[in-house]
């Protein structure tokens, strides 16, 4: 009789013992209760508590498929929480439908678990309200083209209030923003719309850029044709010049030989010069008469007797 009270004795003992090892895993903890009042948070590894006098807290916590149940774990990672949509009004009065992702951290397990019944579902339901006044003080267009103004100030606001529960909210993303489809029809009209002005716009601007290059490069031919008329010109003149100067050097030869060659013969080179500009220029009025009758000024027979003295020298 004493061996099977012996026997049940060290039975109740190995099974209190054992109910008072808690094993917590890596990036979790417990909160344990000493007769009813918070007594201490256990860490990751094997801790012993006092089974009946002492207890691990148990809490409300929230399962990936979205169902609520009680566990003595919680979770200090950082998690997930993906809702579902919601219909939202814009301060436009469209209504429209947006889930949310929202990503916290418990920080303070403590006050996780004491500040808030049910953590989860408050955290959900501030989320949700804080969206529709979020949304709600803006218009539709700008709901669809400002989600990171959004998503700052959602993440602002539900650090704030989940501060008190001992959480940090570390961000909000929006994932979808749908509109009503009579809404959605009407936006696609009116990108379509905003696509052809573009389109128009690009085209005209093609046009004009076109019609600038073509006048530019006009100019740029009438300026080259210019300056090479300007050059051809330039060039033309300098030969004229250069052959004016060559003639009137030739000239100079010529008639200094001439003058030389009256001088030696005693005559007066001037006569001589004059004689010959008469003779040529008697025969561009004689060319240019028809009735072969020309008269020729008084002057004329003296020096064209002068240039028969001069041809009488040369001829002795």
């Known amino acids: ?9 060290i039975t109740l003992v190995v099974i209190y013992v054992l109910s008072g090892i808690k094993i917590v895993s890596q990036s979790e903890t417990m909160i344990v209760e000493r007769l009813g009042k918070f007594n201490r948070t256990m860490t990751a590894g094997i801790n012993v508590i006092l089974p009946v ?3 691990a807290k148990d809490t409300i916590v929230r399962r990936q498929n979205g169902s ?3 566990s003595i774990h919680i979770d200090m990672r950082e998690q997930v929480y993906d809702f579902d949509k919601q219909s939202v009004i814009t301060k436009d009065n469209v209504m429209t439908e947006i889930n949310a992702l929202l990503y916290f951290q418990i920080v303070d397990p403590v006050k996780a678990v004491y500040e808030i019944q049910n953590l989860p579902m408050a955290i959900e339901k501030l989320t949700q309200t804080t969206l529709r006044n979020v949304v709600g003080e803006m218009e539709l267009d700008e709901t669809l083209t400002s989600r990171d103004t959004i998503n700052s100030k959602l993440r602002t606001v539900l650090d704030d209030a989940t501060n008190k529960w001992g959480v940090k909210v570390n961000r909000v993303e929006l994932q979808d923003i749908t509109p009503p489809e009579s809404i959605r029809r009407t936006m696609e009209l009116q990108m379509q719309a905003e696509r052809n002005r573009r389109a128009e716009i690009l085209k005209a601007e093609g046009e004009k850029q076109a019609q600038i290059l ?4 006009e100019k740029q031919a009438e ?3 210019a300056e090479a008329e300007k050059q051809a010109n330039i060039l033309r003149a300098e030969g004229e010049a250069r052959a004016k100067v060559l003639q009137a050097e030739a000239e100079a030869r010529a008639i200094r030989q001439i003058s030389d060659a009256v001088a030696d013969k005693g005559a007066d080179p001037v006569n001589y010069l004059l004689a010959v500009k008469y003779v040529e220029a008697l025969k561009d ?3 240019g008469q028809q009735n072969k009758t020309v008269y020729l000024p008084y002057e004329a027979s003296n020096l064209l007797g002068s240039l028969a003295g001069i041809k009488d020298l040369f001829n002795k």
């Open 68 to 70: 609520m149940t009680r």
């Open 223 to 225: 300026i080259n044709a």
């Open 285 to 287: 009025v004689a060319g």
């Open 214 to 217: 073509n006048s530019e490069g």
């Open 53 to 55: 006098v002492e207890k």
């Open 1 to 9: 009789m004493s061996t099977v009270v012996l026997v049940v004795l």
